[in-house]
Every structure is written in C-alpha cells, then in structure tokens.
C-alpha cells in the first residue's frame, strides 16, 4: 500500500469567485428599497398618509388663526391705550355724535347737558389699590333720555349718607364716554340681592328697572369729580385689553402647532417601524402578522 495520504478533493481550494457586478448590485439594492417601502401603497397607509396630509395643514391653519388673534388683541390694547391717552387730551364732542359706542369711540371725551335725577350706589369697585363704591347719577337730557354719569368714586362701604347730592338745576357735564359694562367682566359684580338704590353694573340693562327713565346704551365718568370724590378712570372697551382671553389664544397657538408637530413625528415612527418588519419579516426573524405581508426585497 502505497504511504500517500489520500487527499478529499472538497478540501482542496477552488477558484476564487467572481467580483459581483457593480450594476447589478446597485439593481438589486434598487429593487430592495422599493420592496421594503412598497407597504405605503396598501390600503392601511393609505389611509395613514391621508389622515397626516389632512391633520397637518388643519393645525398649522388653526394654530396661525389663534395667533391672528391674539396678535389682534395685542393691536386693539395698543390702540385702546394710544386713544385714552389721546382722549384726554381732545375736545369734548356732543353726545350724540360719538354713539353708539364701540372701539373707535370708547375713551373719547363728550359732553351732555341736563338736570341730574336718581342716584345710585355702584358697591365694590376698587381705585388704587383700595376698595370702594362709585357714585353714579343720572343726567336728564332733552332728548327724553337718561344718561349714567359716574360723578366720582369713595372708599370704603357703600353707604349712600357720604355721597354727596348733585349739584341742583341745569349742568353740563364732560367726561370720557363708556361702553354699558357686561356683569362678572373686569371686576364688575355679578351677584343680585343688592340693597335698594345700588347696582352692581352700570349698563342699560341693569339700570332698567331701577329708574324711570329711558337710557343710553353708555355712561361717562367724569374727568374732575365732584364735591371731594375721586374721579374714575376711563378704561378699554371690553375684548381690547391683554387679558386672560388673550392669553388662552397665545396657548392655543402653541397646542396646535404642537399637534402638527406630533403628527408628524408619529407618522415618521410608524414609517421606522413598519420598514423594520418588513425586513425583518423577509429574513425569516418574525412570524407573519394577519393584514401584513411582507413584501419582497428582490
């Protein structure tokens, strides 16, 4: 017997394999992009794609309308402040000419001629950091209307022995005319159950049944008050000022721009995940899914 050790020809080295094409790796690779997102055509993404299409736009629309609007609101407090402190330097004009009161109007000083009439007690209104009560009468005006006139302000409790009584005869008054005041609105009471000859708003329709006059849908305060009270300030017409409904607009500006933010964030992590799957599902690593096939990769 020969000594050669028998040699296993599967042992011996064979040829090199052939270097792959470049080009047809690159199709390959090609193909398997487009197989592993071939899933955003089914009709499950379908509806995905279609719902962030919608959803985004919607909140970038609502969350640049809130920002109108508190922008708005911005613009109207500038304003507002820019004509109170242009009003009180302006020449009172007739009553009549400046109503109704809105935006343009309120703030802006007028004048009014009559007989003063019934006075009331306007409880709970603070000045300067203390807490008082207006003094509110009514002007009978030739035009057989009544108008509130907010002769001054005293501190402490409503009681109707320190308001001093107006002044007796026909007057002219001046002051900064206002729009009727809404109950529960900066600072302005609410509640009922006042005691006879006060009221917690200075508004036609809270006057109505309290005097026997007809009324304008306004009131001014004076700019000097009389017999010793405090003159009260003119304020912004309501929906003008930086308030806590300014405020909410700004936060709702963020929410929705937010929301577009997460819809698209999710739509990307949906996206992430679905591809993994597929791919993994393709290997072999993952048990099909019932409503999912995976697609192939080349």
């Known amino acids: ?3 050669f050790a028998t040699v296993d020809a599967r042992t011996l080295p064979g040829p090199a394999p052939p270097d792959p094409d470049p080009r ?3 199709r390959r690779g090609s193909r398997t992009v487009e197989g592993v997102y071939r899933f955003l055509l089914t009709p499950r ?5 279609v719902f962030v299409l919608l959803a985004v736009p919607f909140c970038v629309f609502m969350g640049s309308w809130q920002l109108s609007r508190f922008e708005g609101r911005v613009q109207d407090h500038r304003a507002a402040s820019e004509q109170a402190a242009y009003g009180r330097d302006d ?3 007739p009553l009549e000419r400046m109503l109704p009161v809105d935006k343009s109007t309120s703030g802006r000083r007028v004048t009014a001629s009559g007989r003063y009439g019934e006075q009331l007690l306007v409880p709970g209104r603070e000045l300067d950091g203390k807490r008082g009560f207006y003094v509110l009468t009514l002007l009978r005006t030739g035009s057989g209307k009544a108008l509130p006139v ?5 501190p402490g409790t409503a009681d109707a022995a320190k308001a001093p009584a107006p002044p007796a005869g026909e007057v002219t008054v001046t002051g900064a005319l206002q729009a009727s005041e809404t109950p529960g609105d900066n600072g302005v009471g609410a509640g009922g159950g006042l005691p006879a000859g006060q009221t917690g708003a200075i508004s036609a329709a809270s006057l109505v049944n309290l005097v026997p006059y007809r009324l ?3 009131w001014v305060t004076l700019d000097r008050a009389d017999s010793g009270m ?3 300030p003119a304020v912004a017409p309501n929906g003008t000022g930086l308030d806590l409904k300014a405020f909410q607009n700004l936060g709702y500006t963020g929410e929705w721009f937010v929301f577009a933010g997460f819809v698209v964030f999710m739509w990307f992590r949906l996206l992430r995940r679905e591809v ?3 791919r993994d599902a393709a290997l072999g690593l993952v048990p099909q899914e019932p409503g999912r096939t995976p697609v192939a990769s080349g």
């Open 230 to 232: 405090t003159a009260v």
């Open 276 to 278: 993994e799957f597929q």
């Open 150 to 154: 907010v002769r001054g302000w005293l």
């Open 216 to 218: 304008y849908d306004a």
């Open 91 to 93: 020449a009172a004009r």
């Open 24 to 26: 047809a790796v690159a």
């Open 1 to 3: 017997m020969d000594n």
């Open 45 to 49: 993404w379908w509806g995905i794609n």
